[in-house]
């Protein structure tokens, strides 16, 4: 007698049909992978060995220029990063979320790199794109791009180009609702645009928080901005130009002089808290 088979309709538990499709779409190891890391990383930076090569940063190094308000103010450009960190050694960094992931299973999650890649004959060259904001959270901030062939000095360059873009903004008390004198949110209503995205942030009363996308949040909340409402408008998923956008918003706190009696009437602050 021949050997009978026996065929069973008895499906596969739900762990092992995940194995076998994941065994049937195998990276192709040609492909590089890209390195998730945290969204605060500590990237030191030795001052002691610094050997200025500006004026400015001469005058630092020293101790003859002690107050980044004045260097604000007179409009000198920081052409040096460790400006920043003496004047200001309390500043934190954050990535901003201005990408997201490929692939079956984790495919759209997001992440701190945004990754482009270019056809060549020779084959795909790969890009990668970071965003890191700065700030002491009392009223100074700047936000970075930065792009290179590889995560690490991506990350390098972002956070290097948002300490030189360090600015300072005005805070107040100014909604209508609020009772309280404390400058923790925006003094009065304000507009940015970057590219076709629009954002209007508005004061709010203490207690509401930072009603404004997520990516924004971390920028108003490094600022020293505690309470907001806000309102976008055009392709908001770009966030490269929404976050651009809220930063142009904050600058534009800055373009004129308001009166004494205005100033007395939201509890305007520019900078730090005296």
Known sequence: ?????????????????????????????????????????EIKINV???????????????????????????????????IVDMLLPNLEMELLMIGQSKGK??????????????????????SFA????VGNSDGYVGVGYGKSKDTVPAREKAARNAKLALFKIRRGAGSWEDATSEPHSIPWEVEGKCGSVRIILKPAPKGKGLIVEQECAKLLRLAGVENVYSRTFGQ??????????????LRKLNEFKPRSEDVKNVYMVEGKRK
């Open 48 to 82: 002691d060995a610094w050997t200025p090569k500006t004026s400015l940063g001469k005058r630092v190094k020293s101790g003859e220029v002690s107050d980044v308000d004045w260097v604000l103010n007179e409009g000198i450009p920081i052409l040096e990063e460790q």
């Open 1 to 41: 007698m021949k050997n009978e088979t026996k065929i069973t309709d008895e499906k596969l538990p739900v762990e092992e049909e995940v194995k076998l499709e994941v065994e049937k779409d195998t990276i192709n190891p040609k492909e590089i992978k890209e390195v998730e890391v945290e969204t605060k990383p």
């Open 236 to 249: 908001t998923r770009s966030k490269v130009n929404l976050v651009m956008a809220c930063v142009d918003a």
């Open 105 to 126: 299973f984790g495919g759209g999650a997001r992440r701190i790199f945004k990754q482009t890649q270019k056809k060549t004959p020779e084959g795909n060259k790969p």
């Open 130 to 133: 970071c965003m890191a904001v």
